[in-house]
């Protein structure tokens, strides 16, 4: 049998190798096995890899009569920390949950398990997915697989480096403020937010209820719509699901005609790096060649859309986080002189500094006295950007805009500067308040790295914004593997073979 | 801006306590996105109702019928300090 | 902090348990008080609702709070609490949401509560409550809400078992997201009295609706009071917030205790500070529960992860024809078709199980006057007395028919029924047979059985030959005889004394 070539490799190659009998379940589960061995030191997008775990799952593929398996039956793929897994350690890269083994599957990891999908392991992340960079994880720093002096983006940071360095042909990450969105555009791979409501969320560690979503971190679009197929749908454990209105199937679209594409003017200003602007100039211009109409559409609220979002996000994680308390599960700081004692320390040492930071922010905004002038004027700010998009889309089929103002920064370079990191999320938060569905596709490149395309679609418009995503990609034609050297002191692939 | 007072007492709310120099960082970082937040008080948003459920869904509701949940192990499994099936917290002061 | 010793015996001889203010003080009370509903299953998910079952075996990731889980509303707990706020004359709310109450407790897993706050599902409502006189009081009830129960704590080491004594505590979620309805009243109390008087009212009127076991020791009702005392016609004074009195005993007294606490603070100049108080039954006082606790913040915001609830009018009203009859429209039903009095009325309609007594004793026994005097005479007396509930006695509504019956054929005077009556309930056994047993019969009355006895003694001259020839058995035929003629009923003594007389001695 043929050695396994993982760079490159999509989720939809990877069915058609188990398919045609190219390859086995353990032979495909081996391979990004080795490619995690070879690449993960340098890019430290794992936090576990449960090879054994992975190899047990693909070996009960293989036992199978190839005719009786599902269609995704024996395909890898990798999960952002913060999806809880029975019997599979999940901390959300938070010292306050380490060695916490969920009882119970997430409902997205319920619908894979019985999809048959071999789970190798879960990814780094922002703590409890606070942050852009992934730099606020307990455990490590992951880099980008396209400059590992770079961030990947955050918070599904590991998860869009593991796509980008082929350790996984697709993983899963949450977005709530652009954590899909803006690390797939840092990284160079596709990045999906379903609209709020497509996909449970129960077995998601909340961080803010009414933003988080959970979606596909891929290689291409036809991927995305796959892994949102397996995992969309009405939840009877979440009482905010919905499902879709139908499947995303399988994107075909070639062109674009009769398609109108609004330019979101606000999201062009200063804010955006010239390489930046010119990647997205460059697109828009496909648009057009490909038959789609554009023009600028103006959404003046969507500048308020960072502050709206550090008040209702945190306000929502205060209360979200306040159950890591040191009595059930996780951490916790013992011998302790009292209760109160127990529960100050175990927090204060649990928590990283940007969890405590916005755990502060919340309980200010809630606190007595302040309710009104911060948390409702945000949910009215946000009243008031959901009615900006619905008037946007009266006009236009679908938005775009650059998905991130910048390129993926230097490692350290706005750590220490909370606010600076809160506004490379400008143009990914709006989405997230007014529950829209948008996905960030690769684009091309300013100065050797990835720019990202954000289309933003109406509710539940998955379908029609994954058709027309697929079309500007087939045009577009970026590479999605990072040009991926193994680390020093790492041993490659093919030297273990 | 917020306080230094109003720093340690929010901190208590949240069960959380900052060392002397976390203080003296945090207190001016709080103060900066506090103030940056502060914009949206200055916008006329009388007319406008607060969203906090952005779906439009309404009476999801559940049947009254058992589901099986865990076992006291399960329940109890991942403890810090459980004693004969019950969790041990620190004399409540 | 202590607030020292309060003597709940003086309070009651100042009067204040009785009505009027002590020295010219009154109090001011409003009632919130927890109902547990009884549905099968938690608010927000499906672990079985149980009692007294092994810690923490009927919990899930939801009700631990776990990370990750969500809450899903049981239907049937908005059904129960719509019943009871109906019930209450309560306006339900078009619209009503969750909200998270933000505070740590080790009892509180998620660190918030899931309750309601400006949107209840029930406000404006009302209960009319029947003083000890028999005036009415009209309480105001602010709102009815739903809300989810903590889990138990238990206090262990230290020596009281109090949480002050304790070394640690130990966490159950077994009962960790029961559903619970929350009733506010009004401040429309004003002695330890009335607030007793209107939470058995309340009690009654869950029980009623069948959806609560109500039961004050399990801890399915539970009782707070806001207490504050003031001179007449000032504004309120501060109030304190009484906490978890777990009878009516123990809320009568726990009240008179903080509101003689409060006057006597009050009097000696000092300030009444805004706390939570907790009373002890075992001395009598109150004393502050949390006194480390800082000032409540509890940070409500609306509950992201539970859509809005919008009760249909069609559902409100489908609820609203379900309900059971209710005791104040109980209460007016009983004195249009019975005649009964306000007071026998009321007493009747408040005590669903004694109503349906009366009504079914009234049916069988055909005399409505006769019933009501029965059941809330001597039938009542007995459950106090014995300590039973309604259906727990062994005097049926047939049996005491029988009873009834036997009167009004007049097989048993007035008196003699009462004396049956208490054999009745002392040995579970019929009246007849206790009628036969004792000897109780009517038929004791001397003329009556020697007119039977005359009779027989004339009709049977051969048996009479034989006896007065010495032929002591004999007389036996002859008692046989009067039995037969009375159905048993005769007083065996008396026939026995009346054949002699009439049979003559024998050799006499």
């Known amino acids: 049998m043929a050695r396994i070539d993982v760079t490159g490799l999509t989720a939809h190659g990877c069915r058609d190798l188990l398919a045609g009998g190219d390859a086995s379940a353990v032979e495909l589960t081996r391979a990004y096995l080795d490619r995690i061995a070879a690449v993960d030191g340098s890019v430290q997008a794992y936090l576990t890899v449960d090879e054994e775990g992975a190899l047990s799952a693909a070996a009960a593929v293989d036992a199978k009569p190839r005719r009786e398996r599902l269609p995704w039956e024996g395909v890898p793929i990798a999960l952002k920390d913060i999806l809880c897994v029975k019997g599979m350690e999940t901390t959300c890269a938070s010292r306050i949950l380490k060695g916490y083994v969920p009882p119970y599957d997430a409902t997205v990891i319920a619908k894979l398990r019985a999809a048959g999908l071999v789970f190798l392991g879960k990814l780094n992340m922002d703590e409890f997915a606070m942050g852009s960079s992934t730099e606020n994880s307990a455990f490590q720093t992951t880099r980008n697989p396209w400059d590992l002096d770079r961030v990947p983006g955050g918070s599904s940071g590991g998860s869009a480096a593991c796509v980008a360095a082929a350790e996984a042909p697709w993983a899963l990450g949450s977005d709530t403020g652009g954590s899909i969105r803006q690390p797939a555009s840092l990284c160079g791979v596709v990045g999906l937010k379903p609209t709020y409501g497509a996909v449970s969320r129960y077995g998601l560690v909340a961080f803010a209820s009414s933003l988080d979503q959970i979606g596909p971190l891929t290689h291409d679009v036809r991927d995305a719509a796959a892994l949102l197929d397996l995992i969309a749908g009405r939840d009877p454990r979440d009482s905010t699901s919905t499902g879709l209105r139908g499947p995303a199937g399988v994107p075909a679209r070639a062109g674009l005609e009769g398609l109108r594409f609004g330019v979101i003017k606000e999201y062009l200003g200063d804010a955006c790096e010239q390489g930046v602007l010119e990647v997205f100039e460059s697109a828009v211009k496909t648009v057009g060649a490909l038959g789609g109409v554009c023009d600028e559409v103006s959404l003046p609220s969507v500048e308020r859309g960072v502050a709206a979002y550090y008040l209702i996000a945190p306000s929502e994680a205060s209360s979200n986080l306040a159950r890591y308390d040191g009595v059930r599960y996780g951490y916790r700081h013992a011998p302790s002189e009292d209760l109160y004692d127990m529960y100050v320390r175990t927090r204060s040492e649990g928590f990283g500094a940007e969890v405590k930071r916005r755990i502060m922010i919340g309980t200010y905004a809630l606190?007595?006295?302040y309710y009104d002038a911060y948390y409702a004027q945000a949910q009215r700010t946000r009243t008031l950007i959901i009615q900006d998009f619905t008037a946007a889309f009266q006009r236009f089929d679908y938005l775009i805009s650059p998905t991130s103002p910048t390129v993926a920064f230097k490692l350290g370079e706005r750590i220490a500067d909370p606010l600076a990191m809160y506004l490379s999320d400008l143009c990914t938060i709006p989405v997230n308040l007014a529950a829209l569905p948008a996905v960030s596709i690769p684009a091309g490149f300013a100065a050797g790295l990835p720019v990202g395309l954000q289309i933003i679609g109406p509710h539940f418009s998955e379908p029609g914004m994954l058709d027309a995503a697929y079309a500007l990609e087939r045009r577009l034609k970026v590479d999605t593997v990072a040009p991926l050297a193994a680390g020093p002191g790492v041993s490659s692939a093919e030297g273990e073979r | 801006m917020i306080s230094r007072q109003e720093v340690e007492h929010v901190a208590r709310l949240a069960r959380l306590r900052f060392e002397e120099d976390e203080l003296t960082r945090l207190q001016p970082e709080l103060g900066r996105i506090i103030d940056y937040v502060r914009q949206l008080a200055e916008l006329d948003l009388s007319g406008l109702e607060p969203t906090s459920h952005a779906v439009p869904l309404k009476n999801v509701l559940r049947a009254d019928e058992p589901v099986p949940g865990l076992s006291q192990e399960e329940a109890t499994g991942n403890g810090p300090d459980v004693e004969r099936g019950q969790f041990v917290v620190p004399r409540i002061a | 902090m202590s607030a020292g010793p309060a003597d709940p015996g003086r309070a009651r001889g100042a009067g204040v348990g009785g009505g009027a203010g002590r020295d010219g003080w009154e109090a001011v009370i409003g009632l919130e008080i927890h109902v547990q509903l009884s549905t099968r299953t938690k608010m927000f998910c499906g672990c079985e609702v149980t009692f007294g079952e092994p810690p923490n075996t009927h919990v899930c990731p939801v009700c631990l709070g776990h990370p990750g889980v969500l809450p899903v509303t049981n239907e049937k707990a908005v059904e129960y609490a719509t019943r009871i706020a109906l019930a209450l004359d309560c306006r339900i709310a078009k619209r009503t949401i969750f909200h998270r109450k933000n505070y740590f407790y080790p009892d509180l897993p998620k660190a918030y509560q899931i309750s309601q706050y400006d949107l209840p599902l029930g406000v404006g409502g009302h209960l009319d409550v029947e003083r000890d006189d028999g005036s009415?009081?009209?309480?105001?009830?602010?709102?009815?809400?739903?809300?989810?129960?903590?889990?138990?704590l238990v206090h262990a080491g230290g020596a009281s078992g109090r949480i002050d004594g304790a070394d640690y505590s130990l966490v159950d979620f077994n009962r960790g997201g029961t559903p619970l309805v929350e009733i506010v009243s009004e401040p429309d109390i004003s002695t330890p009295d009335e607030a007793r008087a209107c939470v058995m009212q309340l009690r009654n009127l869950v029980e009623q609706l069948g959806v609560s076991d109500v039961n004050m020791e399990e801890g399915s009702l539970r009782c707070d009071a806001n207490v504050s005392v003031r001179r007449p016609g000032d504004p309120f004074g501060t109030k304190t917030e009484l906490k978890n009195m777990n009878s009516f005993r123990f809320l009568q007294r726990g009240l008179e205790a903080e509101i003689e606490r409060q006057?006597?603070?009050?009097e000696s100049g000092e300030r009444i500070v805004q706390?939570?108080?907790?009373?002890?039954?075992?001395?009598?006082?109150v004393s502050t529960l949390r006194s480390k606790e800082e000032a409540h913040d509890y940070r409500y915001f609306p509950e992201p992860d539970l859509p809005p609830i919008e009760l249909a009018d069609a559902f409100v009203e489908r609820v609203r024809a379900s309900l059971p009859e209710l005791p104040a429209a109980r209460k007016e039903r009983l004195m249009a078709q019975y005649g009964l009095s306000s007071k026998e009325a009321g007493l009747l309609a408040a005590n669903k199980p004694l109503g349906d007594y009366f009504e079914g004793l009234a049916a069988a026994a055909g005399d409505v006057r006769t019933s009501a005097n029965w059941v809330l005479g001597d039938f009542s007396a007995h459950l106090n007395a014995a300590g039973l509930e309604v259906a727990q006695s062994p005097v049926t509504v047939d049996r005491l028919a029988e009873l009834l019956g036997l009167v009004s054929r007049g097989t048993l005077s007035g008196k003699m029924a009462k004396e049956v009556f208490e054999a009745m309930a002392g040995t579970g056994k019929p009246a007849g047979e206790i009628v036969a047993e004792k000897g109780l019969g009517q038929i004791s009355d001397a003329g009556e059985l020697e007119a039977i006895v005359v009779r027989l003694v004339a009709a049977n001259p051969g048996p009479a030959e034989e006896f007065r020839r010495g032929r002591e058995r004999v007389l036996g035929f002859f008692v046989g005889q009067v039995m037969k003629?009375?159905?048993?009923?005769?007083?065996?003594?008396?026939?026995?004394?009346?054949?002699?007389?009439?049979?003559?001695g024998p050799g006499g």
């Open chain 1, 367 to 369: 606190s007595a006295g």
């Open chain 3, 136 to 152: 009415i009081l009209r309480v105001g009830i602010t709102r009815v809400h739903l809300e989810e129960d903590a889990g138990k």
């Open chain 3, 263 to 266: 006057i006597a603070a009050l």
């Open chain 3, 275 to 285: 706390e939570t108080v907790h009373f002890d039954p075992a001395t009598g006082t």
């Open chain 3, 485 to 504: 003629e009375t159905r048993g009923q005769a007083n065996p003594q008396l026939v026995n004394e009346l054949l002699r007389r009439h049979l003559g």
